[in-house]
């Protein structure tokens, strides 16, 4: 409870000390709402660019800013009902400070010192040493998927390229008219999320469909042409291939816990000095 408490108070200082400038020292046409003397601007929901979904964006600046309006009242309220003391509160936002000057070095230096560079054995490596933390927890499948309107022309030229040798110009033809594909070799995809994309193949179990079938289906509106190149059930060990930028982000993690844990070190050392 201790802790919901403190990260509430952080937040609940963060916000005000960002937007508590008064009007008089803001041009109040970069305000987006004025509440309380006080102006959240443009820039403060900048953040919500971050989401592609316009309905989502729109959503998250709601809540935002009547989160923000309330702790706005929750403030007032509390300069009138509760008496603080103000050394302990000088003192925590000296401490809230201290740290947000350290975390921003602390990003600076990995930025500045982070290799990027991932080699596959190093992935390899990585992979075979923590197998066991790589077993399946759903089925996958790896497929050539295809997903055209249900047009007579569009299927004969389909299958006539299909089965030709020019795969540029095949593709091209699956880029242009398709409504949907995945027809890359080396990915793998989950068949759960397979079989919401296409809904007849709820009736396989993707154990039972041998490798190497080939499926069509036409429903009056798309023909949809699958074929299973391999598959992985739960509980089988996943492919290296399926958990190759996880593994990336992994390693980079565990070198920036390296780089803040030298870092620590040269300044201790420094201390003793």
């Given at each position: 409870m201790?802790?919901?408490?403190?990260?509430?108070f952080s937040?609940?200082?963060?916000?005000?000390y960002?937007?508590k400038?008064?009007?008089?020292?803001?041009?109040?046409?970069?305000?987006?709402?004025i509440?309380?003397?006080?102006?959240?601007?443009?820039?403060?929901?900048?953040f919500?660019?971050n989401?592609t979904?316009?309905?989502?964006?729109?959503m998250i600046?709601?809540?935002?800013?009547?989160?923000?309006?309330a702790?706005?009242?929750?403030?007032?309220?509390?300069?009138?009902e509760?008496t603080?003391?103000?050394?302990?509160?000088n003192a925590?936002?000296?401490?809230?400070k201290?740290?947000y000057?350290?975390?921003?070095?602390?990003?600076?230096?990995?930025?500045?010192?982070l290799?990027?560079?991932?080699?596959?054995?190093?992935?390899?490596?990585?992979y075979q040493?923590?197998?066991?933390?790589?077993?399946?927890?759903?089925?996958i499948?790896?497929?050539?998927?295809?997903?055209?309107?249900?047009?007579?022309?569009?299927i004969?030229?389909?299958?006539?390229l299909?089965?030709?040798?020019d795969?540029q110009?095949?593709?091209?033809?699956?880029?242009?008219?398709?409504?949907?594909?995945?027809?890359?070799?080396?990915?793998?995809?989950?068949w759960?999320d397979?079989?919401?994309?296409?809904g007849?193949?709820?009736?396989?179990e993707?154990?039972?469909?041998?490798?190497?079938k080939?499926?069509?289906?036409?429903?009056g509106t798309?023909?949809?042409?699958?074929?299973?190149?391999d598959?992985?059930?739960?509980?089988?060990?996943?492919p290296i291939?399926?958990?190759?930028?996880?593994?990336?982000?992994i390693?980079?993690?565990d070198r920036?816990?390296?780089?803040?844990?030298k870092?620590?070190?040269?300044?201790?050392?420094?201390?003793?000095?």
């Amino acid at each position: 409870m201790k802790q919901v408490y403190v990260c509430f108070f952080s937040s609940l200082i963060i916000i005000l000390y960002s937007c508590k400038e008064s009007l008089s020292k803001k041009n109040t046409s970069d305000c987006i709402v004025i509440e309380e003397g006080e102006c959240l601007t443009a820039k403060e929901l900048a953040f919500a660019s971050n989401y592609t979904n316009k309905q989502d964006s729109e959503m998250i600046v709601k809540k935002y800013i009547e989160k923000w309006k309330a702790n706005l009242t929750l403030y007032k309220k509390a300069q009138k009902e509760v008496t603080v003391d103000e050394e302990e509160l000088n003192a925590y936002i000296t401490e809230l400070k201290r740290q947000y000057y350290i975390s921003a070095y602390i990003k600076k230096y990995i930025d500045e010192n982070l290799d990027t560079t991932i080699l596959n054995k190093e992935i390899i490596e990585y992979y075979q040493k923590n197998k066991e933390n790589f077993k399946l927890s759903s089925n996958i499948v790896q497929l050539f998927y295809v997903k055209l309107n249900d047009d007579e022309r569009d299927i004969a030229e389909y299958k006539k390229l299909l089965s030709g040798k020019d795969k540029q110009k095949l593709f091209s033809f699956i880029s242009e008219k398709s409504n949907g594909y995945f027809i890359e070799d080396s990915l793998w995809l989950k068949w759960e999320d397979l079989t919401r994309e296409v809904g007849f193949l709820k009736n396989y179990e993707v154990q039972r469909i041998p490798k190497g079938k080939i499926i069509e289906w036409r429903d009056g509106t798309y023909y949809y042409y699958i074929k299973i190149k391999d598959y992985k059930t739960k509980d089988e060990y996943s492919p290296i291939i399926y958990e190759k930028e996880k593994i990336k982000r992994i390693i980079l993690e565990d070198r920036k816990r390296e780089l803040v844990e030298k870092l620590y070190k040269e300044e201790i050392f420094r201390e003793r000095k």
